[in-house]
């Protein structure tokens, strides 16, 4: 009788007194990604007008059935997300890109775009992350950002 | 019935040991943040300018290949996370030393959990001299 009155108690104290597990230490090593994935994730743009490379981007984005997760034009960010649903379960696939100025002059733009699929469960805890790794993708993308930018005649630089 | 009101009396005593001293909402609120957030590790840098030491902190978290989630010009803010297997989170905060100095501020987080490690922070710092540092000049 007295535990049981006690439980509840007990429960709620152990709840606020204890701290969060510590992320496993490979959670906490980071090391630079290797040259080659950053040429796959990178772009770059005769023009210096930054503002036409996001306007792309937007377009492409939007028109694959991405909505905007966070954006501020000023530092060239924008994040976009769509979600997918199988089941009860919910998968996100997120692309998040940044624009600056680049070349010696600043006369080119570099466009840098990383994709990445994030798994929910129903209670929308995070279950699951993968980088989207398929050269094809970002091909793909950046084919479709450069029919986009042809239509301002902006040309693609060398990759 | 005595042992009821015992045991109810232990139980408040239990849960009032969890918030012992707390002398106001505002103080357990202030407490809170002490023993939760560790401070931001900060770190101080030569910039050519503020815009171009915070693009170049958003190129240092790409290349450790971290994904952007959000962006604030007017703070200096970004955030990014891991973008494979760990919901690693950098919150880096560039803003103006002086004229030549730029600090950079970061504060890191797992799942939402604060993490006192200075590992995350020491490897960004190293990416982003990296990403500051001007190419070598060709004769």
């Given at each position: 009788?007295?535990?049981?009155?006690?439980?509840?108690?007990?429960?709620?104290?152990?709840?606020?007194?204890?701290?969060?597990?510590?992320?496993?230490?490979?959670?906490?090593?980071?090391?630079?990604?290797?040259?080659?994935?950053?040429?796959?994730?990178?772009?770059?743009?005769?023009?210096?007008?930054?503002?036409?490379?996001?306007?792309?981007?937007?377009?492409?984005?939007?028109?694959?059935?991405?909505?905007?997760?966070?954006?501020?034009?000023?530092?060239?960010?924008?994040?976009?997300?769509?979600?997918?649903?199988?089941?009860?379960?919910?998968?996100?696939?997120?692309?998040?890109?940044?624009?600056?100025?680049?070349?010696?002059?600043?006369?080119q733009?570099?466009l840098?775009?990383?994709?990445?699929?994030?798994?929910?469960?129903?209670?929308?805890?995070?279950?699951?992350?993968?980088?989207?790794?398929?050269?094809?993708?970002?091909?793909?993308?950046?084919?479709?950002?450069?029919?986009?930018?042809?239509?301002?005649?902006?040309?693609?630089?060398?990759? | 019935?005595?042992?009821?009101?015992?045991?109810?009396?232990?139980?408040?005593?239990?849960?009032?040991?969890?918030?012992?001293?707390?002398?106001?909402?505002?103080?357990?609120?202030?407490?809170?943040?002490?023993?939760?957030?560790?401070?931001?590790?900060?770190?101080?840098?030569?910039?050519?300018?503020?815009?171009?030491a915070?693009?170049?902190?958003?190129?240092?978290?790409?290349?450790?290949?971290?994904?952007?989630?959000?962006?604030?010009?007017?703070?200096?803010?970004?955030?990014?996370?891991?973008?494979?297997?760990?919901?690693?989170?950098?919150?880096?905060?560039?803003?103006?030393?002086?004229?030549?100095?730029?600090?950079?501020?970061?504060?890191?987080?797992?799942?939402?959990?604060?993490?006192?490690?200075?590992?995350?922070?020491?490897?960004?710092?190293?990416?982003?001299?990296?990403?500051?540092?001007?190419?070598?000049?060709?004769?």
């Amino acid at each position: 009788m007295l535990l049981r009155s006690l439980l509840p108690a007990l429960i709620t104290a152990l709840g606020l007194g204890c701290a969060a597990a510590p992320p496993p230490p490979e959670a906490l090593a980071l090391a630079p990604i290797s040259p080659e994935e950053r040429a796959r994730h990178t772009r770059l743009y005769e023009t210096d007008d930054e503002s036409a490379v996001l306007a792309a981007c937007v377009a492409v984005l939007t028109a694959h059935g991405f909505s905007a997760e966070a954006q501020d034009y000023a530092l060239g960010v924008i994040v976009g997300a769509k979600d997918t649903h199988a089941g009860r379960a919910r998968s996100r696939l997120r692309a998040s890109l940044a624009t600056r100025p680049a070349g010696e002059f600043g006369l080119q733009t570099q466009l840098r775009v990383t994709f990445q699929r994030l798994a929910y469960n129903a209670r929308g805890r995070e279950l699951r992350r993968e980088a989207v790794r398929e050269p094809g993708e970002y091909a793909g993308f950046f084919a479709e950002v450069e029919r986009e930018l042809a239509l301002a005649n902006i040309q693609a630089g060398p990759k | 019935m005595t042992g009821r009101r015992t045991a109810g009396a232990l139980a408040l005593t239990a849960l009032l040991a969890t918030h012992a001293h707390a002398e106001s909402p505002f103080a357990t609120l202030s407490r809170g943040r002490a023993a939760n957030a560790p401070l931001p590790v900060t770190r101080d840098f030569a910039a050519p300018s503020l815009e171009v030491a915070r693009r170049l902190a958003i190129s240092a978290l790409q290349d450790l290949g971290f994904a952007l989630e959000a962006a604030n010009s007017e703070a200096g803010t970004i955030s990014a996370s891991r973008l494979d297997a760990h919901p690693l989170r950098l919150t880096v905060t560039v803003g103006a030393r002086d004229e030549a100095t730029i600090s950079a501020a970061v504060v890191t987080d797992h799942a939402g959990t604060p993490v006192a490690d200075p590992r995350p922070a020491e490897a960004f710092f190293s990416a982003y001299a990296a990403a500051l540092s001007p190419p070598p000049e060709i004769d």
